[in-house]
């Protein structure tokens, strides 16, 4: 999948018309998404696991639900929590809801990233466009992922699909207060999926996907991303105690194939 630049002949692609302009994150947003996430007034429990709470919610003259939704991996480091949602390599391998996700744009405050959604037969793909910046509080080992998006003016939607628009989203990664290994998780957010969908369908985007999400993520944690890591420490401690005296050069590209 691929942005196409020409101004006609773009059947299939993406068209983009301008730069993606950005404006940022206002405190204003990211104080919004932590109050919703401590308020109780006005939220419903929608669905309830041993790892997994789901909320909804409607703003006074609003149609769109909100949704928050508490999630607990056990034995997950926050900073490999972290990379599996945004490294897109990782999120490709585990993230069974897209058929595709791909960085359009990377910019030192931000990047712009397309998600597509297949759904059902009989009903339109849905994709979106975001806007995706991420802050750290040092202090409380805490990542703050906030989305918003970016207009259709100013990359058209393909043809024949829906474009979904995001509202009020975010990710909160923070240590599990009882156990600094392990992760909890906040998401928050508000998406106009736009054109028809069943309810049933809703009613699974609204309570359903953000277990389903952690579930998919923490298996792949579990069965072959921890693995892995535990691999490329064995092999980087080797290349360590072989590199004493050397130039480093080997260890340096172990380093670098693991951080990937």
Excluded at 28 to 42: M, N, Q, R, T
Excluded at 95 to 116: G, M, N
Excluded at 190 to 200: I, M, V
Aim: include cysteine; aromatic fraction near 10%.
């Amino acid at each position: 999948m691929s942005i196409c630049l020409s101004a006609n002949n773009c059947t299939g692609q993406l068209k983009s018309q301008k730069p993606a302009m950005y404006s940022g994150f206002s405190e204003d947003y990211l104080e919004k998404v932590l109050y919703e996430e401590g308020e109780s007034d006005g939220w419903a429990l929608a669905n309830r696991s041993q790892h997994a709470e789901v909320w909804k919610k409607k703003y006074p003259n609003e149609s769109l639900q909100v949704i928050k939704a508490f999630l607990h991996l056990p034995g997950v480091p926050p900073n490999d929590a972290v990379k599996m949602i945004q490294d897109i390599e990782v999120r490709k391998r585990w993230d069974t809801q897209f058929s595709a996700i791909e960085v359009l744009e990377e910019h030192p405050t931000h990047r712009v990233v397309y998600w597509s959604a297949p759904l059902p037969l009989g009903m339109q793909t849905r994709d979106i466009v975001q806007y995706i910046a991420e802050r750290r509080d040092e202090a409380n080992n805490t990542t703050y992922i906030l989305y918003t998006h970016v207009p259709e003016d100013v990359i058209a939607a393909k043809l024949g699909i829906v474009r979904a628009v995001t509202i009020q989203s975010a990710a909160i990664v923070r240590p599990d207060p009882l156990d600094p290994t392990s992760t909890k998780i906040t998401l928050l957010y508000q998406t106009d999926f736009r054109g028809w969908l069943p309810k049933s369908m809703v009613s699974f985007f609204s309570a359903f996907a953000p277990p389903k999400w952690r579930r998919d993520m923490y298996n792949f944690y579990i069965k072959m991303y921890s693995k892995e890591k535990e691999n490329c420490d064995k092999m980087l401690a080797a290349v360590q105690l072989k590199a004493k005296g050397t130039t480093g050069t080997e260890e340096e590209h172990m380093n670098s194939l693991c951080s990937s």
